[in-house]
């Protein structure tokens, strides 16, 4: 069986970016604009040696705004329900915003292994971030670079056991 990693976090923090840079191809929608419809995705991940399934969550729905909430965290909960190992990802740069609350919650309550990957950290920013995030209760952070593909060994290694 082929293990299943589940790419969680609040909208803009890089779940699309680290999807394609694990499939290898422009599969999944990455824009800035809140509001822009961004679908579910699968794709089969090549991370070093490793070989995995790969679900980006997305769930933002421009036409009907009253259920956004309800609709991002459904499709969450699904992944989360499918996945053998949650990355569950923020913006180290930003720091924890009260958006990335929620989904925290729902990765603790899962129970599923996770690992805590604090994008944007690229040149070593996002140290304060990063620290902010141990509070998560979630694990050590893993400082990480979607964009610019730093920190991979250590993702690799973290989700190594899993794969
Ligand atoms: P998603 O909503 O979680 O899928 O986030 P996206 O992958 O669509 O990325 C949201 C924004 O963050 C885009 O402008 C990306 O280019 C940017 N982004 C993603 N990863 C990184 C990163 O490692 N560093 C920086 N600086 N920006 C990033
Ligand atoms: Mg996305």
Same mark, same amino acid.
């Given at each position: 069986?082929?293990?299943?990693v589940?790419?969680?976090?609040?909208?803009? *923090?890089?779940?699309?970016?680290?999807f394609?840079?694990?499939?290898?191809?422009?599969?999944?929608?990455?824009?800035?604009? =809140?509001?822009?419809?961004?679908?579910?995705?699968? %794709?089969?991940?090549?991370?070093?040696?490793?070989?995995?399934?790969?679900i980006?969550?997305?769930?933002?729905?421009e036409?009907?705004?009253?259920?956004l $909430?309800?609709?991002?965290?459904?499709?969450?909960?699904?992944?989360?329900?499918?996945a053998d190992? *949650?990355?569950?990802?923020?913006?180290a740069?930003?720091?924890?915003? =009260?958006?990335d609350?929620?989904?925290a919650?729902? *990765?603790?309550?899962?129970?599923k =292994?996770?690992?805590?990957?604090?994008?944007?950290?690229?040149?070593?920013?996002?140290?304060?971030?990063?620290?902010?995030?141990?509070?998560?209760?979630? %694990?050590d952070p *893993?400082?990480?670079? $979607?964009?610019?593909?730093?920190?991979?060994?250590?993702?690799?290694? $973290?989700?190594?056991?899993?794969?």
């Amino acid at each position: 069986m082929t293990a299943i990693v589940a790419l969680i976090g609040r909208p803009n *923090v890089g779940k699309s970016t680290l999807f394609n840079r694990l499939v290898g191809k422009k599969l999944a929608l990455v824009d800035d604009r =809140p509001g822009v419809t961004r679908d579910r995705r699968e %794709g089969d991940a090549t991370l070093g040696h490793l070989r995995f399934k790969v679900i980006d969550t997305a769930g933002l729905e421009e036409a009907d705004k009253d259920s956004l $909430a309800g609709r991002m965290r459904a499709q969450t909960e699904t992944a989360i329900a499918q996945a053998d190992v *949650v990355v569950f990802m923020i913006d180290a740069r930003l720091g924890l915003t =009260p958006m990335d609350q929620p989904f925290a919650d729902l *990765v603790r309550r899962s129970g599923k =292994p996770v690992i805590l990957l604090a994008n944007k950290a690229e040149g070593k920013k996002g140290t304060d971030g990063i620290i902010e995030s141990y509070s998560l209760g979630l %694990g050590d952070p *893993v400082p990480f670079s $979607a964009e610019h593909g730093e920190g991979t060994a250590d993702l690799l290694e $973290a989700l190594a056991p899993y794969i």
